[in-house]
C-alpha cells in the first residue's frame, strides 16, 4: 500500500545518515566518561562516513562490549545495521537504547518506522504516538500509513488532513484523504476533498483521473436519490444498478445500493424482490436497520407475519426509540391476530396490495360461485350462505378506502370486538337480510337478477 516517492520509502532512503547526524547532540557526559569506549566510537564513526561498514560494525561492538550501559554505542551499532541491510539485528539495539534513555526520540522514531515495516503495527503505533509533533507533516504522514495498514483509516485521515495544513502544496495528502473517503462510502466528502487536490495542481494525473470516477459515481447516486423521493422507484433501482456496476471493486457500494434497491422494491410493493435483495444486504450486514425494516413491510404485504415480527424485533433492539420501528411492529402483531380471525383478502383470494378493480373481479366471481341459489343440498345451501355473507362482507370492507386503511392496520371495521366502544356489526347479518341483494351492481355495465324461494 506505500507508493513509490511515498514518505515510509522517502525517510527509509535518509534514515541512517539522519541517525548518525541526530545522535550527535546525545554525546557527552551523560553517557559517562570511558576513554577505551570513546575510542572506539570516534574510530566507527569515522569508518562509518567512509563506507567501510564491517570494519565500523567491529568498532561499535567493542564499544558495547566495554560500556553496556552506553546507549550512543547501541544507537550507532544499529546505524550500522541499518546501513547493512540488517534490520532485524538493530531492532534490539534500539529497543535497549530507549531502555536506557526513553526519551531518545530519533531512536524510538526509528524503531517504529523497522516495526511498521514488519507489520507489528500495533507496537509502531506506540511509538508513533509518542513522538510526533503536532506541527510535523511528514510524521503525521507516516502515522497515517500505519493507521491504514491497521485497518483504521479514520484515524488516518485525521493526521493527513493536519498534514494538508502543515506542508503547503500538499496534494498527496488530500489525494490519500479522498481515495480513503471514497473507499469508505463517502461519495461527497471523497469529491470535495479530490477538488482540493486539482485547485493546488490541475494537471494531477491521479487527482483528475479520481476525480472523473467520483463525479460519475456521485452524479448517479443524486440521481437515483431524487427518483426515489419523487417515487419512480423502478427509475431509481435502474440507477442504483448502474452504480454497482460503476465502481463494483469496493463492497461498501454494492452494500448500500442493494441496501436502496431493497427500499425501492418494498416501496413499490414488490414483496418478492424486495424480500431477495433485502435478504442478500442482510447476509452481510445483519444488523442493518434499513434492510430490516423494508423487508419486514415486505413480509407484511405477503402475509408472513411471524417473520415481519421477527425483523422489526430485530431492528428495534439496535435501534429502540425509532417510531417507524414500533410502529410496524404494533401493525405486524395486529395483523397476525387478525390472520387468526377473518381475512378479507384470503376471502377474495387477492394479494393485500391488489388494486380495487382487481378486489371487485375477484368478488363478482366468488358471489357468482356461491350464491346460494346454485346449491339444493339443505347442507351445501347453508355453507353457501355463510360464504356469500363472508365475499359481500369483503368486498364492503376492501372496496371503501378508509374501511380497507382500518382493516390493514390491523382493525377490522366489521368487529364489534375491533372497535372501540363496542357496538353492534352491521354486517352481521343473516341470509335473510341479504334478500333481494345484488351483489353486481358495483358499478360495472352487469345486472344480474336472482329469484329466491
Same mark, same amino acid.
Given at each position: ?10 525517510? #527509509? ?13 546525545? %554525546? ?12 572506539? !566510537? ?5 569508518? !562509518? ?38 534490520? $532485524? ?24 518506522? !523497522? ?22 507533516? %511528514? ?9 491504514? +495498514?491497521?485497518?483504521?483509516?479514520? $484515524?488516518?485521515?485525521? =493526521? ?26 463517502? @461519495? ?14 490541475? =494537471? @494531477? ?25 419523487? /417515487? ?19 463492497? %461498501?457500494?454494492?452494500?448500500?445500493? $442493494? ?10 410493493? +414488490? ?41 422489526? %424485533? ?36 387477492? +394479494? ?29 345451501? $347453508? ?14 370492507? !376492501? ?8 382493516? =390493514? ?11 372501540? #366502544?363496542? /357496538? /353492534? ?29
Amino acid at each position: 500500500m506505500v507508493a513509490p516517492g511515498s514518505v515510509t520509502s522517502r525517510l #527509509g532512503s535518509v534514515f541512517p545518515f539522519l541517525l548518525v547526524l541526530v545522535d550527535l547532540q546525545y %554525546e557527552g557526559a551523560e553517557c559517562g566518561v570511558n576513554a577505551d569506549v570513546e575510542k572506539h !566510537l570516534e574510530l566507527g564513526k569515522k569508518l !562509518l562516513a567512509a563506507g567501510q561498514l564491517a570494519d565500523a560494525l567491529s568498532q561499535f561492538h567493542a564499544a558495547v562490549d566495554g560500556d553496556p550501559d552506553n546507549y550512543i554505542a547501541y544507537y550507532r551499532r544499529a546505524t550500522v545495521f541499518l546501513a547493512m541491510g540488517k534490520s $532485524k539485528a538493530a531492532l534490539p539495539d534500539l529497543t535497549k537504547v530507549i531502555q536506557l534513555k526513553m526519551d531518545f526520540t530519533a531512536a524510538r522514531l526509528q524503531r517504529g518506522h !523497522l516495526l511498521l515495516k514488519q507489520g507489528k503495527l500495533d507496537e509502531a503505533e506506540d511509538d508513533f504516538k509518542k513522538v510526533v509533533c503536532v506541527w510535523d507533516a %511528514e510524521l503525521r504522514e507516516l502515522r497515517a500509513e500505519c493507521f491504514i +495498514k491497521e485497518g483504521e483509516p479514520r $484515524k488516518a485521515i485525521s =493526521d493527513l488532513k493536519a498534514a494538508s495544513k502543515l506542508k503547503n502544496d500538499n496534494t498527496e495528502a488530500f489525494y490519500k484523504i479522498s481515495t480513503l473517503y471514497y473507499q469508505l462510502g463517502d @461519495h461527497e466528502l471523497s469529491l470535495s476533498e479530490v477538488r482540493e487536490c486539482l485547485k493546488l495542481d490541475q =494537471d @494531477h494525473k491521479r487527482c483528475f483521473a479520481h476525480y472523473k470516477q467520483v463525479k460519475k459515481l456521485n452524479k448517479l447516486i443524486e440521481s437515483a436519490e431524487g427518483l426515489i423521493r419523487d /417515487g419512480r422507484y423502478t427509475d431509481a433501482t435502474s440507477k442504483y444498478e448502474s452504480v454497482m456496476k460503476t465502481e463494483p471493486n469496493i463492497a %461498501e457500494y454494492t452494500i448500500r445500493s $442493494k441496501e436502496r434497491i431493497c427500499h425501492c422494491f418494498s416501496k413499490d410493493e +414488490k414483496p418478492v424482490e424486495a424480500i431477495r435483495v433485502c435478504s442478500e444486504v442482510l447476509q452481510m450486514e445483519p444488523d442493518n436497520v434499513n434492510a430490516l425494516k423494508d423487508r419486514a413491510e415486505a413480509y407484511l404485504i405477503e402475509e408472513m407475519y411471524d417473520e415481519a415480527i421477527q425483523d422489526y %424485533e430485530t431492528a428495534q433492539e439496535h435501534n429502540e426509540n425509532d417510531q417507524q420501528i414500533r410502529e410496524g411492529l404494533e401493525k405486524a402483531q395486529r395483523l397476525l391476530k387478525q390472520s387468526q380471525k377473518r381475512d378479507y383478502y384470503k376471502i377474495l383470494g387477492v +394479494k393485500r396490495n391488489a388494486k380495487k378493480q382487481e378486489i371487485i373481479k375477484a368478488y363478482r366471481k366468488l358471489a357468482l360461485q356461491w350464491h346460494p341459489d346454485n346449491f339444493q343440498n339443505e347442507e351445501e345451501k $347453508k355453507k353457501a350462505e355463510k360464504k356469500f355473507i363472508d365475499i359481500a362482507a369483503a368486498k364492503e370492507v !376492501l372496496s371503501d378506502p378508509e374501511m380497507r386503511k382500518k382493516f =390493514d392496520d390491523g382493525e377490522d371495521p366489521l368487529d364489534a370486538e375491533s372497535q372501540q #366502544g363496542g /357496538g /353492534g356489526n352491521p354486517f352481521h347479518r343473516s341470509w335473510n337480510s341479504w334478500q333481494g341483494f345484488n351483489p353486481f351492481s358495483s358499478g360495472g355495465p352487469f345486472r344480474f337478477k336472482f329469484h329466491f324461494n
